[in-house]
C-alpha cells in the first residue's frame, strides 16, 4: 500500500489551489505493511461487489426518508408499509443477474419480509451481498459556513461487529460538501476525516467500507467548478485514508459524478459529464481501489444511466458503476402505489432499471424506448436521448 507520503504528493492539489499554504510541515510517515484479520475477505467481498456488469441497489433510506417516499403515493409511515416495499425490492426475481449489493437501513437488517423470510436470507439467495448504513447523518459544523459535518464514529465498531454477525459485508457512510458554502477548507478536512476513520474502523470488522463524499449539486456553478472542489475533496479523502492506514483494495467509493450545479443554465452531455469524471478519477483515485459505485444525486432514472454508460465506452483501471436509489426505485415506488396488485408490474419496473444500469455497466446502453416517467426529473426537459 503506497504511504500517506507518496499519496499526499501525488493526490493533493498544489497549495496554490487551496489559497492557503499549510503552516505544518507532513510529519514522516514510514511504510506499514496491513496484516488485518479480515483483509482476504475484504478484498473478495470487494472484487465482488465489483463484478462486471453488476451494481449496488441503495435502499437504506432512514425510516424518515422512507416515510417522504411512501408520502408521495399516499402511504402512512409505518414499520408494515416500509416492510411491504423492501419485500417487493428485494424479492424480484433475477435481481442478482444485475445487482451485486444491496446497502440497507439498521431496521431492514434485522427485519423479516412479509412472509416471514429474513431480508439478509433473501439477498443472498439472490447472491446480493447485504450492506449496512453506519452513519447517524449531518449535523451543523461550528465553525465553518453554516456547512455540516457526519456524526456516527462513537460507538461504530461495537455496532458494525454487530451488523457482521448478522449478515452485513459491507458498510456505507455519508458526508457531504456543499459548492456555495464554500466550501471551507475546514469542512473538507472534516469530511475526509471522518471517511478516513469510518473506513479504517470498518475494515477492522470485516465490512468493506463504501466511502462516499458527495459533492452537492445545489447550485449556479458550472462543471469546471464542480471539478475543482471535487479534485480537492477526493485529494484530501485519499490522504487521510492512507494517514489512517485504509486498505485502498478493499474499499469501494461512491461520488457523485462530475456535473454542472442544478440551477446552471449550461447543461452537460453525457460525453461531458463523462470527460471530466473520467479525468477526475484518472488524478486522484489509486488504481488500487477496485470500484466506483456512483451515486445518481438527483439525476432521472435515464439520466444516470445515460451518463454511466458514457464512463464505460473504454476501458477503465477500476469497476465503473452504480450505487442508486431514486435512480432505481422512482418508477417502481409509482407503479407499485401500495396496492398488492401492482407488485408484479413494480418489481418488473426495477428489474428494467436494473437491466438497463447493467448494460450501461459494460457501455452498451442506449436509451431508445424508455417510458417518459423514467424520464422524469431531469435538469433539462428538452434533452435529445
Not at 463484478?51 to 402512512?76: H, Q, V, W
Not at 452531455?269 to 484518472?282: H, I, M
Not at 464512463?311 to 418508477?331: C, D, E, I, K
Request: glycine content about 8%; hydrophobic content about 40%; proline content about 5%.
Amino acid at each position: 500500500m503506497a504511504s500517506a507520503t507518496l499519496l499526499k504528493s501525488s493526490f493533493l492539489p498544489k497549495k496554490a489551489e487551496w489559497g492557503v499554504a499549510r503552516q505544518v510541515a507532513a510529519p514522516r510517515v514510514s511504510m506499514v505493511v496491513r496484516a488485518g484479520a479480515y483483509d482476504d475477505e475484504l478484498v473478495k467481498t470487494a472484487k465482488t461487489i465489483a463484478s462486471p456488469g453488476r451494481g449496488i441497489l441503495a435502499m437504506d433510506e432512514s425510516n424518515a426518508t422512507c416515510g417522504k417516499r411512501l408520502d408521495s403515493i399516499g402511504l402512512e409511515n409505518t414499520e408494515a408499509n416500509r416492510q411491504a416495499f423492501r419485500t417487493l425490492l428485494v424479492s424480484v426475481p433475477g435481481l442478482g443477474n444485475h445487482i451485486s449489493g444491496a446497502i440497507l437501513f439498521e431496521e431492514t437488517l434485522y427485519q423479516s419480509t412479509v412472509d416471514g423470510k429474513k431480508i439478509v436470507d433473501i439477498l443472498v439467495e439472490q447472491g446480493i451481498v447485504p450492506g449496512i448504513k453506519v452513519d447517524k447523518g449531518l449535523v451543523p459544523l461550528t465553525g465553518s459556513n453554516d456547512e455540516s459535518w457526519c456524526q456516527g464514529l462513537d460507538g461504530l465498531a461495537s455496532r458494525e461487529a454487530a451488523y457482521y454477525q448478522q449478515g452485513a459485508r459491507f458498510a456505507k457512510w455519508r458526508t457531504v460538501v456543499s459548492i456555495p458554502n464554500g466550501p471551507s477548507e475546514l469542512a473538507v478536512k472534516e469530511a475526509a476525516w471522518g471517511l478516513a476513520r469510518y473506513a479504517a474502523i470498518s475494515q477492522d470488522n470485516g465490512l468493506v467500507p463504501i466511502v462516499e463524499p458527495e459533492i452537492l449539486l445545489d447550485g449556479e456553478h458550472g462543471i469546471e467548478r464542480t471539478f475543482e472542489v471535487a479534485q480537492k475533496v477526493w485529494a484530501e479523502t485519499f490522504y487521510q485514508m492512507a494517514q489512517n492506514n485504509v486498505m485502498f483494495e478493499g474499499i469501494l467509493l461512491k461520488p457523485s459524478m462530475v456535473t454542472p450545479g442544478a440551477e446552471c443554465k449550461d447543461r452537460a452531455t453525457p460525453e461531458q459529464v463523462a470527460d471530466y469524471t473520467l479525468k477526475l478519477l484518472s488524478r486522484r483515485v489509486p488504481p488500487a481501489v477496485p470500484g466506483i459505485m456512483f451515486l445518481s444525486g438527483g439525476q432521472s432514472e435515464v439520466e444516470a444511466t445515460l451518463n454511466l454508460n458514457a464512463m464505460n465506452q473504454g476501458p477503465n483501471p477500476w469497476h465503473v458503476s452504480f450505487s442508486y436509489a431514486r435512480a432505481l426505485q422512482n418508477t417502481c415506488l409509482k407503479t407499485w402505489g401500495g396496492r398488492p396488485e401492482n407488485v408484479k408490474a413494480a418489481q418488473e419496473a426495477l428489474l428494467l432499471r436494473a437491466k438497463a444500469n447493467s448494460l450501461a455497466q459494460l457501455g452498451k446502453y442506449t436509451s431508445d424506448g424508455e417510458a417518459a416517467e423514467a424520464k422524469e426529473g431531469m435538469f433539462v426537459k428538452n434533452y435529445s436521448y
